[in-house]
């Protein structure tokens, strides 16, 4: 990710969102994490945003609560084409060009 973009990331959870705490890992981080209980807080939602799909888990007492484990159909590929659409209306034509709005 960007400098940039992670900064403006870290301001917006930080000072909009009021969050304690942010951890900014890979999905393959994920594996290893997750056979270590967290300790650090009583609760935590972990959030991974793929290509296709989000899946959100919430964890209580650094225990996931499977139950409550959310898939969305939303992610990098239907994003990164409605900010083609949107750009496109508004400015340039980038319909075809999505390494650049990537």
Do not use: W
């Not at 409550?68 to 980038?94: F, I, P, Y």
Request: charge should be negative.
């Amino acid at each position: 990710m960007p400098d940039i973009v992670q900064n403006r990331l870290l301001e917006v959870v930080y000072e909009d969102l009021d969050f304690n705490a942010l951890s900014l890992v890979t999905s393959h981080s994920m594996i290893r994490l997750a056979s270590k209980p967290v300790e650090t807080s009583l609760c935590q939602l972990v959030i991974d945003s793929g290509f296709s799909f989000t899946y959100a888990v919430p964890f209580f007492q650094g225990l996931p609560l499977k139950h409550c484990a959310t898939r969305v159909d939303v992610g990098g590929k239907m994003l990164t084409n409605l900010l083609m659409e949107t750009l496109s209306h508004k400015d340039v034509n980038l319909r075809g060009e999505t390494h650049i709005v990537n």
